[in-house]
Every structure is written in structure tokens, then in C-alpha cells.
């Protein structure tokens, strides 16, 4: 598998224990991994999907907290 391949992150929601997962390139991965901020390591992520890899809250717990 290449350094540009995509990847699936896992992600368990804290408020809901729901399972859920976001779609990323491994090269830009890494780089978040390192320091990257996340709205610059991954673009094309919406924010809902940025918050996800930030806070592990799932959509329907995002909009729940946040209203939106």
C-alpha cells in the first residue's frame, strides 16, 4: 500500500458509543499525526468530518451539542 492510498479512521463516539469512521489519504494522515492542523491537513473533509477526527463526536452528537 503507497504513502497516497486511502485509509478509513475509526472513531467511537464518547457521548453515544457509536462507531464511526472518515475517510483520509494515509500521506495527509501522517501528517496530522506530526502537528498538521486538521483543516489543513485534510481539505476536502467537510467540518463535520474534521470535528469527528478533533473530538470523536459523531454527526448526530455534533449537531445535538452544537445545533448545526
Known sequence: ???????????????????????VERADFLQWKKGRLTQYAFPYLNSTEREQLISRLCPSCQKEIFGC
Do not use: A, D, Y
Not at 4 to 22: A, D, F, Y
Open 1 to 23: 500500500m503507497g504513502n497516497n492510498s486511502k485509509m478509513e479512521i475509526w472513531l467511537g463516539c464518547p457521548m453515544c458509543r457509536g462507531e464511526h469512521t472518515v475517510e
